[in-house]
């Protein structure tokens, strides 16, 4: 392959959505499939991944020894089916892209993380949740079927039904077992873009935990932020949010004018990065306590943007962690240990003196069969800590240990300093994983330096 035909771009630095680690890759962004099949089988990098738009935390879309394929270029629509919702689409296609598209015409998409600003390929490479896991499942549930490119340029067909193997080995796979070119989605029917929620604060852990389980059965959507940083009798703090989707009949006549109303750009953004020395114990406790008093006990009508996706409505917000960057840290303790585990964590943290400015603790319901897919029934915590040193990964590392001694693991597309025997531990089925990734892979084309750090890959 020449430099002509696909020219090459050098990335300096290239980060994940926590701005840790930072890695040298060689970058390439092919225009079409055809570009893309050159590149697999001709590039002169021994490695490949694919990244999407970046939103996963540590080094699952890095590749210091290889190369990163941007894939932002595949991003077009390519059918609808307006009687069912099915829709086909490229993988680079956000799900912000989709929400801006087709909440106006009446569909929702049906799984959604934190953030609107993930791509279709990485959402299934990450076989992502949200806050109706316990409801509604991973994103495994939504996809009917995806084509995949292969590490010798086939493209491949894969669905539950044809290629299954290799379909539940890339839900959750991390982009290691190919490159996704397009997938086939089912959206969901909404009669509007509104949904009614309650808020409602919590004094600790037991009773969260309480309160949660009853809310899974009468709400689709559960989610609660946790004061971090409160301790005693207080530990788990908390506001439960819960949310259902409101028809057109309960929705309030002033909103009916406008049932679907578009999602609104943002225009705050956070233009540079903040000194380190702003984020410390103090601001942060001052944060949490902002937080929870806000957030009184109350009933309102929210748009969905709103309350799915509040931290996208500032731009570049992961600037204000500054250039050290911050781990976002997301496990998952099964429902028998859930109250004790978390518990523990919490301690764990709070003794290492690491606070957070953003911790939500949710349900998850029952797994895919996605051999590496993260939800898997319990309580799933996620901890956004401001790298301040060494300290920090050390006690992730004990984090692990408890999460490993109740049974629990931690989901990849967060992980950026997770040990191999740990991650071993944790994914029972890995070497069924291995199985199929040496099957269609068998010169690791695909690899990744999260994937080399864990053991994903051999020898590369």
């Not at 086939?154 to 039904?161: K, L």
């Not at 070119?181 to 919590?202: N, S, V």
């Amino acid at each position: 392959m020449s430099s002509e035909e696909l020219p090459r771009s050098v990335i300096a630095p290239l980060s994940g959505w926590g701005l840790r680690p930072t890695e040298t890759c060689p970058a390439y962004r092919p225009e079409d499939e055809r570009d893309l099949r050159t590149l697999v089988e001709g590039s002169e990098e021994g490695t490949l991944i694919a990244r999407g738009l970046g939103r996963s935390y540590g080094d699952a879309a890095l590749n210091a020894e290889g190369a990163v394929v941007l894939s932002d270029r595949l991003d077009h629509l390519l059918d609808f089916d307006e009687a069912t919702g099915v829709l086909r689409c490229q993988a680079a296609v956000s799900l912000a892209d989709l929400i801006e598209i087709f909440l106006p015409r009446g569909w929702f998409f049906p799984v959604t993380p934190g953030t609107k600003n993930v791509s279709v390929g990485g959402a299934i490479a990450s076989d992502v949740h949200g806050k109706n896991h316990h409801s509604s499942g991973s994103m495994a549930a939504a996809v009917n079927r995806f084509r995949l490119m292969t590490a010798r340029g086939a493209i491949v067909e894969c669905s539950r039904d044809t290629n299954a193997e290799i379909f539940w080995a890339t839900l959750g796979g991390m982009g290691l077992t190919g490159i996704i070119l397009d997938a086939e989605i089912r959206l969901m029917p909404l009669e509007t873009g509104f949904m009614h929620a309650e808020y409602e604060q919590i004094p600790n852990l037991e009773s969260l935990i309480e309160k949660m389980n009853e809310a899974d059965q009468r709400f689709a959507y559960t989610v609660a932020w946790v004061d971090s940083m409160a301790t005693g009798a207080s530990l788990g703090k908390s506001v439960l949010m819960r949310a259902n989707h409101l028809s057109l009949a309960d929705l309030p006549a002033k909103y009916r004018d406008n049932p679907h109303p578009p999602l609104n750009a943002s225009k705050l953004g956070v233009p540079f990065m903040f000194p380190s020395f702003t984020i410390n114990r103090l601001t942060m406790k001052a944060f949490n306590w902002a937080f929870y008093t806000r957030h009184y006990t109350r009933e309102e009508t929210a748009h969905c943007n709103s309350f799915f996706y509040p931290l996208d409505s500032i731009q570049n917000w992961n600037r204000g962690y500054g250039t050290r960057g911050v781990l976002q840290y997301q496990c998952v303790i099964p429902e028998e240990h859930a109250v004790v585990g978390n518990r523990r964590i919490l301690e764990e943290l709070n003794r290492s003196g690491i606070g957070s400015f953003l911790t939500v603790l949710k349900t998850l319901g029952a797994a895919s069969e996605g051999h590496l897919s993260f939800p898997t029934p319990g309580k799933t915590l996620a901890i956004d800590l401001p790298f301040t040193g060494p300290e920090v990964t050390e006690a992730l590392h004990r984090c692990d240990e408890i999460v490993l001694e109740h049974g629990g693991r931690v989901y990849l597309a967060k992980d950026a300093c997770m040990r191999r025997e740990s991650f071993e531990a944790m994914y029972p089925r890995l070497e069924e994983w291995k199985a199929i990734k040496a099957e269609i892979d068998p010169d690791t084309r695909f690899s990744s330096s999260q994937a080399r750090r864990l053991g994903l890959v051999e020898g590369v």
